[in-house]
């Protein structure tokens, strides 16, 4: 029972091309979002959309379109791929609490490594 | 610039003895911080987590520290396994309340290696 699930797991495309990686969450949560690691292996924030509306858009190129058709998924679709977008692409869940704090702990896929020559 | 930072890259137990993670953060509106476990070409995995108005969190043979006038924190895995050889993540957070998608602000990540 995959918790977040992201397709495809690897990528390998040419410069230039438009590419989407998918995710998906079966935990009920209401925020999804969408973090890069790089190749100095910094994890960084790049969109968080709650109940499908987005809610953190980082200094991120508009190459980069995230889409959430309903609250279990958060697509990432981008435009004229560049070789510095190459890097791992992380998906993650999490639930607002209930009471006066949201203790943020967010669930994780396994990742996408794309690839662009 | 980096807000949170492992200023180590590796660290090195034999098994059975205490692992210690370190972990600073520069900004001091961060109040609620989490350790997560990488294991190659998996997602991070949460391991534990410590609000600020607490200093220490224990779930089993993790432990966690947080000196909030030091701007640290500390991760300590006592007995050390074979398993638990993985990357560690110290990841922090500026919690707004009912607020949604607080982003998590990750350190650069200490490799662990735990030898038998």
């Known amino acids: 029972d995959t918790a977040v699930s992201q397709t495809p797991k690897y990528l390998v495309t040419q410069m230039g091309n438009d590419k989407s990686i998918k995710c998906e969450q079966n935990?009920?949560?209401?925020?999804m979002y969408w973090y890069k690691q790089d190749s100095k292996k910094f994890l960084k924030i790049m969109f968080s959309?709650?109940?499908?509306?987005?809610?953190i858009n980082e200094t991120v190129p508009n190459r980069f379109s995230p889409k959430s058709p309903d609250k279990a998924h958060l697509n990432l679709h981008i435009n004229s791929l560049e070789l510095g977008d190459s890097a791992v692409y992380f998906c993650?869940?999490?639930?607002?609490?209930?009471?006066?704090?949201?203790?943020?702990?967010?669930?994780f896929g396994p990742g996408t490594r794309l690839t662009v020559l | 610039d980096q807000q949170v930072k492992q200023n180590s890259p590796s660290l090195s137990v034999q098994e059975g003895r205490i692992s210690i993670l370190n972990c600073d953060y520069t900004?001091?509106?961060?109040?609620?911080f989490l350790w997560y476990k990488k294991y190659p070409a998996e997602g991070p995995t949460f391991l534990i987590s410590?609000?600020?108005?607490?200093d220490k969190n224990e779930d089993g043979r993790f432990t966690v520290f947080l000196n909030k006038s030091a701007k640290h924190l500390s991760l300590h895995i006592v007995p050390s396994q074979p398993g638990d050889s993985a990357v560690y993540f110290c990841?922090?957070?500026?919690?707004?309340?009912?607020?949604?998608?607080?982003?998590?602000?990750f350190g650069k990540g200490t490799t662990l290696s735990v030898s038998s």
């Open positions: 935990l009920g949560h209401d925020t």
């Open positions: 990841a922090a957070s500026k919690t707004q309340a009912n607020q949604a998608g607080t982003a998590l602000i």
């Open positions: 993650a869940s999490s639930q607002v609490g209930t009471g006066l704090r949201d203790y943020n702990e967010q669930f």
């Open positions: 959309y709650n109940n499908k509306e987005l809610i």
């Open positions: 900004n001091s509106m961060f109040d609620y």
């Open positions: 410590i609000s600020s108005i607490k």
